[in-house]
């Protein structure tokens, strides 16, 4: 719902008494509820093709160690 029509209902509540306002709540309720639900099925490739980053060139190589140094563990 776009702003200009949420601001406009929002005035024309101004001038309801309180059931018609509970009324219209119970209608909108019921409304929103019967709508089914948006189920988005994305698989891996689809959620990085539409991340903010596509076509931002990022080097993702691995740096290798220079001095080739061991690790005590």
């Known amino acids: 719902m776009s702003n ?9 509540a101004e ?8 009324e219209l709540i119970d209608s909108l309720t019921k ?8 189920i988005e099925e994305n698989n891996l490739a689809d959620f990085f ?3 903010p980053l ?3 060139d990022i080097d993702l190589t691995r740096q290798v ?9």
């Open 65 to 73: 160690d220079v001095n080739e140094r061991e690790v005590n563990l």
């Open 31 to 38: 409304q929103i509820e019967s709508q089914p639900a948006k």
């Open 4 to 12: 200009a029509a949420v601001q406009m209902l929002l005035k024309e």
């Open 54 to 56: 596509v076509g931002v």
């Open 49 to 51: 093709q539409s991340s």
């Open 15 to 22: 001038n309801l008494t309180r059931a018609e306002k509970v």
